[in-house]
């Protein structure tokens, strides 16, 4: 129980960490179709320029990632499984993911727009000054995220059926009926139940 509980948050754990790489990406993406060639001189003028400390973290978090697919895929090959199958569609994981990315753009701005000089609060740093960007590139980067996610799945799926349908099944051993407890069962004395073969003595 330990053990699929530790599989299921390293799973968990696997899968959003696709996440920050995916909002970064929005994130750029958004300022150099906005911005074109000047992206990023104008990334360093709303003083984003904290983003080049965040890329080593996001960068161990996806070699995590792939390491527990690779460790699940591992499993997979000896014909077991360690993940169960993603129960949702391709459309409503795609609208998820999209719809995570938005709102982490949106909560990165804000905080941008409250903490960092010279970037604009509220709304206008959100989606003015071609922030609305964000919204299509999120689908976009949405949609490549669904893919990544189900392609994993169908790979982990895919290779556990096949390697657990060639591997030899050890048959099965019948579990034999418990044999009931000895039970001691009291004799009575003779004289007591009357089966004395010799009779009273003859009074004198």
């Known amino acids: 129980m330990v053990r699929a509980d530790r599989r299921s948050a390293l799973r968990g754990l696997a899968q959003a960490g696709l996440l920050p790489p995916a909002a970064l990406a929005v994130h750029e ?13 104008e990334l360093q003028r709303q003083g984003h320029s904290y983003l080049h400390s965040v890329a080593p973290w996001i960068a161990a978090v996806v070699a995590l990632a792939a390491g527990v697919f690779l460790r699940a895929l591992g499993r997979a090959f000896s014909g077991r499984t360690s993940v169960s199958r993603l129960s949702v569609s391709f459309a409503t994981l795609w609208l998820a993911c999209s719809g995570c990315l938005v709102a982490i753009y949106m909560g990165q701005e804000f905080l941008e727009g409250l903490l960092a000089a010279g970037h604009p609060a509220g709304w206008i740093g959100i989606f003015g ?59 009575p004395a003779p004289v007591a139940g009357g089966w004395s073969g010799r009779g009273p003595p003859v009074g004198a």
């Not at 150099?32 to 000047?38: E, H, K, M, R, V």
């Not at 689908?139 to 060639?166: K, M, T």
């Open 29 to 41: 993406l958004r300022y150099l179709l906005a911005f074109g060639p000047n992206a990023g001189i």
């Open 129 to 187: 000054y071609g922030g609305w960007w964000a919204i299509p590139v999120a689908v976009c980067i949405g949609l490549v995220l669904a893919a990544v996610y189900h392609a994993a799945d169908w790979v982990l799926g895919e290779v556990s059926r096949r390697f657990s349908a060639s591997l030899p099944r050890r048959p099965r051993r019948v579990a034999s009926s418990p044999r009931p407890p000895l039970v001691a069962v009291p004799q």
